[in-house]
């Protein structure tokens, strides 16, 4: 077994872990903290598969602003009052259909796909993030701008949903 | 133009195209113009078409070969060729001469005689209606007599037969006596549908003849002809005897023509005296080749054409009415036409078309003269000694209603010859002419139609011969009744004479009477010499000095026995007719036609009326409507209807649709209840989706 | 050297994981953490597969990051507009429990 098998598995746990604490903690303000150590593990899986760009934008975007927002929200709701009861009638339901989702999908992964095929690359690859702003900034140029356009109607809506109408 | 070659035959469409302009002027610019510029604008077209004729007259005397002068092409339909093509030989060119020379004179007599009848009949405005008609009428004759086809010749046929129901109806408002009525319309429309009778004869034969000889052309006709089948030839001519019976008045579909007096006279003389009921005699001479090759044809159209004669005379004998005994007489004389030309003896046929043509033109304007003084007397009575001649007022202005006075009849007359001297004398010239009394030109033609009868068919003869002495007959006796003896009518006293634009034609006409003998003399023949040029079959006539001796005698003979018994005791007013006391019943039916309009109608009409009442009443309403269409059709629907609503609407339609509403809504019913609002039962459903795909993509 | 198939795996527990925070919790704000969970087990396996496909294309290496890019700035925007929903809906209804949100009942 070597080194980096060791640091998957004990990374692969934490993540599992934190996302089971988000799922079962029933304040919303220590379900978002679990959350935001599982985008760490998931940033530090990204640098082990040799993308170190899309690592920190996950620790900024996801880890920083979303989770921050999160926070806010939370906060500005007072979410000390709101109760995170579970949904105890569609556990049973739910439990066995995500039993099933994780087999069928294990069975999928580790099974029905020989592994020969999916041996990750040995070769290092060049992990810079230049050629990667390069190709964005050529080939994906337009989808790029979009999201621009995406960002922007998300932001004007976010403003009129959460506008207050002043009387008068 | 002046080339030896063509001569003034390139002039010949004119004959039609003057008179089209000439109607034309007067029909948009006419309304500008004066009574006397729309008389001279038609009488100038005439005019000119007549010299248009001489031109080509003199043409043939240069050149006698007859000339094809194509104008446009017509129909062109796989064999079938038919083009507007003038045909200038002997033949139609003596047509248009007779045709334009005696229209041209009729025209200038209408000027006078319209003048007074539109306002005899208190109409100013049909004055230049008239010379449209007039006109129209010449360019259509002229197209008949030039077409060198028969398709051609039937357009001028029907052409001439549209202006003569037009100008029969001129006055379609009122009877003769100018009361309000449908007589004269009647009368136009019987010429028009008797007439057809004969165009379907007529077009029969234009059918054969393509079927046969795969043309109407007369050249590839005739040339053809002799190799045709016997019963072929039979029957072209006969169907083409159908058509000269329509158009030529002869029997038995000659019962048009005394109706067709009902239009102003100069139409009479002109239509139904002088051009267009000859048109019969020209076809049978345009197609002499035909003719000749059928010895039964001959036979056939000389004896229709001889019983034609004498009963038409016989008729003559029994009228009152001026005109009805000229029209008689023209019915009469066309008979001698068609046996002539039906015995061969087409000169014969065409001189005595021609000299008819004078002296009955001529008769017939000095009847009209006769009516419109007797007009002018009766008029001169309603408004008093002082009222202005000619009937320059109107009759309505006496503010009296005058009685209704016939001024064609007879009876009313007498004595005429001291107040209407000039219009006596042409009258006597033209009644001599047609008596057949030597030297006038009646006396030639006619002793040659007799002569040749002689000669070849003796019971034609004989016909022939009775009914000439019947014509001097009739002729004696109206001129004793109109113009001699004492006045049997108020009216006849102060009757004036016409103005000298209606005696002056009458003059030339009267000259032309006296002196058309010389067109064909015995031994000069000139006319006979000239048609032989286009029509081969004409033989030179010989004259017989027995058949002159015993025509001429019989003539005489007639005459005095008419005057022995309208003279000798000139008859009163209300005194029947002499001869009604002689003849008894005899004379009754002469005075009522036979009573051939009464068969006719009890045969024909009579008849048709009843198929159109059965059809109306019991084939359309009783069958079709009240059966058929109530019964069948509308039982049969609503029944239909019926079914479909009931049983198979409401039974099968609507209660499979209910059915199928009933299952829709239940199974609404109950899937309503899992779309229940919760988003997270939604996404456990999408869920359980995703595990069954990926469940049987995995396992299957 | 980790094999593909581990991290395939780690994805799909994470994905199922966030699918169950979905369905047994009633607070629409964990419901919301739980999708972006999903979200992240998606973009794993995409820079897993762009890892992997690195060696048959060099440029095709980072098809897969950029896509992920594009998810991520999907998400910024999508959890925005949900958060202002929320926002909106606690102000109507004084509760972000999913549970009371039935309006749409058929």
């Not at chain 1, 926070?71 to 109760?83: D, H, K, N, P």
């Not at chain 2, 002997?90 to 248009?96: A, I, R, W």
């Not at chain 2, 039982?635 to 299952?663: E, Q, Y």
């Not at chain 3, 991520?72 to 549970?99: H, P, Y």
């Amino acid at each position: 077994m070597s080194g980096e098998l060791i640091l998957f598995f004990i990374l692969a746990l934490t993540a599992i872990l934190t996302a089971a604490g988000m799922l079962l903690s029933r304040h919303a303000v220590y379900a978002a903290l679990y959350l935001v150590l599982n985008f760490g593990t998931v940033a530090i899986f990204y640098l082990l598969l040799g993308s170190p760009f899309i690592a920190l934008s996950q620790v900024t975007v996801y880890g920083g602003a979303i989770m921050v927002l999160f926070l806010f929200v939370i906060m500005l709701l007072g979410a000390e009052q709101i109760t995170a009861e579970f949904s105890w009638n569609s556990v049973v339901p739910a439990g066995l259909l995500g039993l099933a989702l994780v087999v069928e999908a294990l069975v999928l992964v580790l099974q029905k796909v020989s592994a020969s095929n999916l041996q990750v690359a040995t070769s290092v690859i060049d992990a810079a993030p230049e050629p990667l702003a390069k190709q964005l900034f050529t080939v994906y140029l337009l989808p790029f701008e979009i999201t621009s356009i995406l960002l922007l109607v998300a932001m004007v809506g976010a403003i009129i949903l959460t506008k207050t109408e002043k009387k008068g | 133009m002046m080339d030896n070659t063509s001569g003034f035959f390139s002039l010949v469409p004119l004959i039609v195209f003057l008179p089209v302009l000439g109607m034309l002027i007067n029909l948009i610019f006419g309304s500008k113009f004066s009574e006397k510029g729309i008389g001279a604008v038609a009488a100038t077209a005439s005019g000119l078409a007549f010299v248009v004729a001489v031109l080509q007259a003199y043409s043939l005397s240069v050149a006698p070969a007859a000339q094809n002068i194509p104008v446009a092409q017509w129909i062109h339909i796989g064999t079938l060729v038919i083009d507007w093509t003038f045909r200038v030989d002997t033949l139609s060119v003596t047509m248009m001469l007779v045709v334009s020379g005696v229209g041209t004179l009729i025209h200038i007599y209408a000027i006078g005689y319209m003048h007074e009848d539109v306002r005899f009949k208190n109409d100013e405005g049909r004055y230049r209606r008239f010379f449209v008609f007039l006109n129209l009428f010449i360019a259509m004759m002229m197209i008949l007599v030039s077409g060198n086809s028969y398709m051609m010749l039937f357009v001028g046929w029907e052409g001439v037969g549209l202006s003569s129901f037009l100008l029969i109806g001129f006055w379609y408002d009122m009877d003769t006596l100018g009361r309000p009525s449908f007589a004269n319309s009647n009368a136009a429309k019987k010429a028009f549908i008797v007439n057809r009778v004969g165009d379907f004869g007529f077009l029969l034969a234009a059918f054969m003849m393509f079927w046969q000889f795969g043309s109407t052309n007369f050249d590839n006709v005739f040339a053809a002809a002799p190799a045709a089948p016997a019963w072929v030839i039979l029957w072209i001519t006969i169907f083409l005897l159908v058509g000269v019976a329509g158009k030529s008045a002869q029997i038995p579909l000659y019962i048009w023509l005394p109706d067709a007096m009902a239009g102003p006279t100069p139409v009479s003389a002109l239509i139904h005296a002088a051009t267009m009921v000859t048109a019969g005699v020209y076809l049978v001479t345009r197609s002499a080749p035909i003719y000749t090759l059928s010895a039964d044809a001959q036979y056939i159209v000389a004896t229709l054409g001889a019983l034609t004669a004498l009963f038409a005379a016989t008729i003559a004998v029994g009228q009152y009415d001026i005109k009805k005994v000229l029209a008689y007489s023209t019915i009469s004389q066309l008979g001698f036409m068609v046996a002539a030309v039906g015995m061969g003896a087409f000169s014969a046929g065409m001189f005595h078309l021609i000299t008819h043509a004078f002296f009955k033109a001529l008769l017939f304007l000095s009847a009209g003269s006769v009516i419109l003084g007797m007009e002018r007397g009766h008029h001169h009575l309603a408004h008093g000694s002082h009222g202005d001649h000619g009937g320059h007022g109107s009759r309505a202005e006496a503010g009296t209603i005058p009685e209704v006075f016939d001024p064609g009849d007879m009876r009313n007359m007498g004595g005429l010859r001291k107040q209407m001297p000039v219009t006596f004398w042409l009258y006597m010239i033209g009644t001599i002419a047609l008596a057949g009394i030597f030297p006038f030109a009646g006396f030639w033609s006619k002793d040659e139609i007799l002569a040749d009868a002689f000669k070849n068919y003796p019971h034609v003869y004989w016909i022939l011969s009775a009914a000439a002495f019947l014509t001097a007959f009739y002729m004696g006796r109206q001129i004793w009744m109109v113009f001699f003896g004492q006045p049997r009518h108020e009216v006849a006293k102060h009757a004036e004479e016409s103005p000298l634009i209606m005696t002056a034609p009458l003059m030339v006409l009267a000259a032309l009477s006296v002196l058309g003998g010389l067109l064909n003399m015995p031994g000069v023949d000139t006319l006979s010499l000239w048609l032989k040029q286009t029509v081969e079959q004409i033989e030179i006539g010989e004259f017989n000095p027995q058949v002159a001796l015993i025509s001429t005698a019989l003539a005489l003979l007639a005459i005095f026995l008419s005057w022995w018994l309208y003279m000798r005791k000139p008859i009163q007013a209300g005194q029947p007719d002499p001869l009604k006391k002689m003849l008894g019943p005899i004379f009754t039916g002469m005075e009522n036609k036979w009573f051939i309009d009464e068969a006719y109608w009890f045969v024909f009409v009579d008849r048709y009326v009843d198929l159109a009442r059965f059809l109306a009443q019991t084939v359309d309403w009783n069958f079709w409507h009240e059966w058929f269409h109530n019964s069948v059709i509308a039982a049969g629907f609503v029944g239909l209807t019926r079914f479909l609503a009931d049983p198979v609407d409401l039974g099968i339609v609507n209660k499979v649709s209910k059915v199928l509403a009933d299952a829709v809504q239940a199974s609404a019913q109950s899937l309503r209840k899992i779309q229940n609002g919760f988003v997270r039962s939604y996404a456990l459903s999408v869920m359980l989706g995703v595990v069954a795909i990926l469940g049987y993509l995995l396992f299957k | 050297m980790v094999p593909t198939n581990y991290y395939l795996a780690l994805a799909a527990i994470l994905f199922t994981m966030g699918a169950m925070g979905v369905l047994i919790r009633r607070n629409a704000l964990v419901i919301f953490m739980s999708v972006e969970l999903m979200l992240n087990a998606a973009n794993l396996t995409f820079v897993t597969f762009a890892r992997m496909y690195s060696t048959l294309n060099t440029t095709s290496v980072y098809n897969g990051q950029i896509f992920v890019f594009f998810v991520m700035t999907v998400a910024a925007a999508e959890v925005a507009v949900g958060l202002a929903l929320i926002v909106a809906i606690f102000r109507n209804k004084q509760s972000i429990d999913v549970d009371q949100l039935n309006s749409l009942k058929g």
